[in-house]
């Protein structure tokens, strides 16, 4: 049974950072790109960033570059998300997901099996 379990949230004023966990379990993690998705209050839920089972990123949201990146630790079957400057519109509920039906390689987000309840990531001063 495929488990993802998501840590690292918290309240940060804006300008501070938060490093996201994810780890997985119930699937062969090498053989699978990982990725996070967001979703704020009233909003639809949106791609973050996803890594391949390569280590190679793809951006779904202009709006993280130069401020997110995203790595994985396959000894520990772990992905994470380092959010630097961070800002009050990054405010939501941060999931990681896999099992996409592209496999190793990022796809939309859409395109995503598994998915972990989710960390409450709240920028405000």
């Known amino acids: 049974q495929v488990r993802l379990v998501e840590s690292g949230g918290g309240l940060v004023q804006p300008g501070g950072s938060l490093r996201l966990s994810c780890v997985a379990s119930g699937f062969t993690f090498d053989n699978y790109a990982m990725g996070w998705f967001r979703q704020a209050p009233g909003k639809e839920r949106e791609g973050v960033l996803c890594?391949?089972?390569?280590?190679?990123?793809?951006y779904y949201q202009d709006s993280v570059k130069g401020r997110f990146t995203i790595f994985r630790d396959p000894a520990k079957n772990m992905v994470y998300l380092q959010m630097n400057n961070l800002k009050p519109e990054d405010t939501a509920v941060y999931h990681c997901?896999?099992?996409?039906?592209?496999?190793?390689?990022?796809?939309?987000?859409?395109?995503?099996?598994?998915w972990g309840q989710g960390t409450q990531v709240t920028v405000s001063s």
């Open positions: 997901t896999t099992l996409p039906r592209t496999g190793p390689y990022c796809s939309t987000i859409d395109n995503f099996a598994s």
């Open positions: 890594i391949s089972a390569y280590g190679s990123p793809t």
